[in-house]
């Protein structure tokens, strides 16, 4: 049996089903004889059709309801499903069993379950039976306009002080709900203590905010009061008016406080929340630990700011103290103090003119104390900085929401726009961040673990930043199509580590930046630029300390052909170590696929598969280097330690590679040699290019099978070190006794027009 009443009231902007099911109807309903003048109490008689007979009950008796799962009789095998999509309220198909009438399990007589007999099977809607009893509905207080003509705030200030009561039975105030509308708010809204804000559904519950009537000095839209523990926020979508006209920049946007401001509320939860065309979303300081942030959508363009300073105790002058990593000074600002709970909470206002004209140019700050300093400002379109323990996110997503397909749009992609600021907080879980031209940024002040099971970083403009902490990431992916797009990771102070990475970038920039003690494992993935000028990872000019990992990952191009290498090692103290990486066959030849400018301990080369790419490596090597593209030697040049009459090289090909911590070298050369005149000492091979060895350390090396016939007796070319470094291949005879002798003139042939030798060599660098 479907109630016709359920019928007839889910319909209209006052809907019942699902929105909110007041009591005081009106006669908006389009309820046939209804006298216009009278309002409905709740105590006349409505008639229900059921098995083909009229019954009737009370409109107050209607929603007194009571759940189902304590409907004696109903067949629990028979779960109810929903027919529509209703913001948490369904309809449900409820099959009751055979026998018996179901009665009120609340000891309320005459509720509409004691008219549905047990032998039925209908529908009903889910308002039916729930026991609305802890709500406050918002239709029923005066001053709340659902159609957005009037200021609401009053009213719903009004409603909450009502409803904001705790005792030893009730211990926390009634939830609020709001149905579907646009509410007007022209002032902060102070919510109760352990109060839920619930609401219709984002784009059904909409509060609106305009700073021609918005009182711009208010510290929120929505405050959460200090210790309002396990209060809510669910459902509820939050809009501000900006301009929208062509050729705006971020200068003209309206800088309105955050649509919610939390301190020190622990345990608080966010779920369906979405701010539109906001400046900053929601500013989440001091401990609000244990707090659930479950689905946000963040619309909101406020830059990410942080600095320390500190307040002389006139409240007049805001001194900035220790700008440095990941900090941007703020001078010129004066405060004013907000003590709320234990912590400061400072208003920083522009000396030039402040929250004034609807133009509110402030930011937030807090202090961890009372005491004079240092203390810190933090800023952005989301800020959580303070918590005493983790805090959960389900789905945070930072798009532009409102500013999409408007000329403001422009402003929230100029590169300025912040997602999420992370501060102090025992940890972080995020199940997946997504972010549209925004950045996400660890701040100086980020003490803990942050995880993020799914981070994605879209658009030219997104980026995660990290001063501090060791944030994980169990799968990363990273996507821009400018070919100006800037760095998309950035590691400073801080360790990140990438279980998996996903990109595609056109970018003539860096994707991946080291900075000074950044650290940066990639353990995994699918890496490229298809930007033929473009990098992967690159270190910060004058950065040290820095170091990055690469393992395991497929290298991938799909652009022009390169022509700079994709991994770069820059600075004396930075390592890069790239392990068990395999270049996809599409990497098209060009620029070397990685370059080492200096060598240090922590520098590795192992594993790869990047043939035939080339690369650049230093001469000399502390590091360990082990290449699977040969470098090509130069043509040598053959002479008498006293040269004579010159050697010509006809021919030379060569080659060589790191293995470890030794090099490979193979050389053939083809030579023609002339009558010998006054060439006196050893014979020397010189000038090839290769790499030196590490100590002045003679290393044997292996002559073919011809290149030893080729000489009077049995020789072995060793590489030794001559003046000044000059690397030379020389040829040493063992005679009895283990005595030798270096290869002279004697015995060597003269007049030749080839003389070929041919050998290979293994030795240490």
Known sequence: MKSKLASLFAVGPFALFPADKALALTSMLPVSQLLTA?????????????????????????FQAVTPSNIPNLDASKVLSGIFDGPRIPLLEINYKTSGVLGSTRGRAGSMLDLLKADGKGV?????????????????????????????????????????TRSAVQLRGQKLYFGPGRFRVDDKILLGSAQALICAGRNKTTFVVNSSTFNMNAYAVFEVPPYSNAGAAKDCEVEFVQPNFPGMTRNHLIKYPPAFFLNTAPGFIF???????????????????????????????????????????????????????????????????????????????????GPTGGVGD???????????????????????????????????????YGYLGSHSYAAYTDGGTSCLALGRADGFDFDNLSSSNAEVVLTPRANGHAHFASLELDSDMSRLRTFAGEPSIGFLALSSAGAMAREQVHAENSTITIDHL??????????????????????????QNSQPDGKFLCFDAGAAGGFARVANSMINNSGGTRTQPFFVQTGATNSMQLIGNARHANL????????????????????????????????????????????????????????????????????????????????????????????????????TGMPWPRFKSETSCQLDDAAKVAFSGFFSPIITHAVLGTPLIQFRQFVSGGASTLLGTAGFPQNTDHFIVKFHCSYPV
Request: some cysteine.
């Open 588 to 687: 098209s030849n060009g620029g070397p696929i990685y370059s080492y400018a200096a060598d240090n301990f922590g520098n590795l080369v192992a594993g790869n598969h990047f043939y035939p790419q080339t690369h650049v490596l230093p001469l000399s090597s502390v590091g360990a280097y082990e290449t699977d593209t040969p470098d090509a030697l130069a043509t040598p040049t053959i002479a008498f330690a006293t040269p004579g009459s010159p050697i010509t090289v006809n021919s030379s090909s060569g080659k060589y590679w790191r293995k470890g911590d030794r090099v490979e070298l193979e050389l053939s050369v083809d030579f023609k040699t002339p009558v010998a005149t006054s060439e006196a000492g050893d014979l020397r091979i010189f000038g």
């Open 271 to 353: 779920d369906g929340i979405r701010c539109r065309h906001a400046y900053r979303c929601i500013i989440a300081l001091g401990n609000n630990g244990a707090s659930d942030f479950g689905t946000i959508e963040s619309g909101a363009a406020a830059p990410y700011q942080f600095a320390a300073f500190t307040a002389d105790a006139s409240g007049t002058t805001l001194h900035v103290t220790a700008v440095g990593s990941g900090q941007i000074a703020v001078p010129g600002f004066g405060y004013k103090v907000e003590r709320t709970g234990v912590y400061t909470v400072y208003r920083i206002v522009n000396q030039s003119g």
């Open 362 to 400: 402030y930011q937030l700050a807090w202090a961890t104390s009372f005491s004079s300093g240092p203390n810190y400002q933090t800023d952005g379109g989301n800020v959580i900085d303070g918590a005493l323990d983790f805090i959960r996110n389900q789905a945070f997503r930072c798009y532009p």
């Open 38 to 62: 009278t309002a409905i109490t709740g105590t006349e008689y409505v008639p229900i059709v059921q098995d083909g007979a009229t019954r009737k009950t009370t409109m107050q008796r209607l």
């Open 124 to 164: 009903v809607s889910k308002a039916d039976l729930l026991d609305f009893s802890g709500y406050a509905l918002a239709y029923q207080y005066p001053g709340i306009d659902p159609t957005g003509a009037t200021n609401s705030q009053p009213g719903i200030q009004a409603m909450i002080n009502a409803t904001n």
């Open 502 to 527: 996903k990109n595609i970038n056109n970018s003539s920039n860096c994707i991946v930046n080291v900075g000074t003690n950044g650290r940066i494992y990639i353990l995994g993935g699918v890496l």
